[in-house]
Structures are given as structure tokens and as C-alpha cells.
């Protein structure tokens, strides 16, 4: 079945075509999930919710676009709604300096595993908006309206989550290179 006609069984509330599109884009849509999202668990649950979303409001896709492009923004709008609904935690203010020789020196092993999970491990406010800039292309301006905050905000988050990062894939690094004996 091709995805106009999963579309069509959707839009008719065929639990068959409803099956197929969630195996069709479960992978795509889980992994735009964890971008957003502190854990696994918390991305599963997002997934969930976007997903009964996408199937109680297909009738609103027009097919103009993207389809996957509409589930996305489904999904990211869940994760907003997630994060504006979790207690606010204080952000860092200041990031410890390293060495840009120590920088220089690091040699990177499983560096997209590293990145992520550096990512998850970032203060929810800076997650969210490196995903959003950084993953989804957004501007600091749709950040700003999405997040409710000043487009400086976004633009000073995204400078203090990068880094952080850039101190934690460091850190870790260091770390593997001395628990590996170099």
C-alpha cells in the first residue's frame, strides 16, 4: 500500500492503514522524539502522544507539503508542550573553560553516540532550543514565538548548550582516552 492510499484508510479511521503508518514512520518520528526529550522513556511517550495526534487529526492534512514534514511538526509541537509544561530548573550561567590545546588533542570514537547523549544531558531549556536550531533549522525568531522568550534568550541558549557540549564530548574523551591506557 503506497502512503496516499495509508493516508485515505487513515483519513476513513481504517485501524489497518492507522497500523501501517505508525510502522512506516515509528523510526523517523521516535528519533525526532529523543531530540527533544531527557530520556528514552520520555521519547516513547512523546512518540505515543504524537502519534494519536497525527491519527485523530489527519482529516487537517491537506496534502499540500510533506506529510512526514506535518508528523514532524506534530511532533516537535508535543515536545514544546511537554517541556513548557515541566517544572522550570535553573539554568548554568557560566560553563567551566578547557584548554583549546586539550581540545586540539581529542581524538573522537563513537562520536554521534557521544553527541547525543550530550545533548540529552543538557539543561531542558538548552535542549530544546539546540534541537530546534541546531537539529530543525528553526530560527532564533520561530524559537523565540514556539518557547516564549526573547529572541536574545534563544540566541544566548543556544550559545551556553553548545558549550556545554563542547566541554562534555571533551570531558568524555578525555575520559576514554585515559580509561584506555593512552
Not at 485501524?15 to 516513547?44: H, I, P, V
Not at 535553573?90 to 588533542?105: C, G, R, S, W, Y
Request: charged share 25%; net charge negative.
Amino acid at each position: 500500500m503506497d502512503l496516499e492510499a495509508i493516508i485515505v484508510g487513515c483519513k476513513k479511521q481504517n485501524r489497518e492503514a492507522q497500523k501501517m503508518l505508525y510502522e512506516c514512520f515509528k523510526k523517523t518520528l521516535f528519533q525526532s522524539c529523543l531530540n527533544y526529550s531527557g530520556n528514552y522513556e520520555e521519547a516513547e511517550d512523546l512518540l505515543h502522544d504524537a502519534f494519536i495526534e497525527i491519527v485523530t487529526s489527519i482529516d487537517s492534512y491537506k496534502c499540500k507539503g510533506s506529510f512526514e514534514g506535518w508528523m514532524k511538526r506534530i511532533v516537535i509541537n508535543k515536545a514544546i508542550t511537554h517541556f513548557k509544561s515541566k517544572p522550570k530548573t535553573e539554568l548554568i550561567e557560566k560553563t567551566p573553560a578547557i584548554a583549546d590545546e586539550q581540545l586540539d588533542n581529542i581524538t573522537y570514537t563513537n562520536l554521534l553516540e557521544d553527541i547525543l547523549n550530550s545533548i540529552h544531558e543538557l539543561p531542558d531549556q538548552y535542549q530544546m532550543v539546540f534541537s530546534l536550531y541546531e537539529l530543525d533549522n528553526y530560527s532564533h525568531k520561530e524559537i523565540a514565538t514556539m518557547l516564549s522568550i526573547s529572541e536574545s534568550t534563544s540566541k544566548s541558549n543556544l550559545h551556553r548548550a553548545k558549550a556545554i557540549l563542547k566541554l562534555k564530548l571533551a570531558e568524555k574523551n578525555i575520559t576514554k582516552k585515559v580509561s584506555n591506557g593512552i
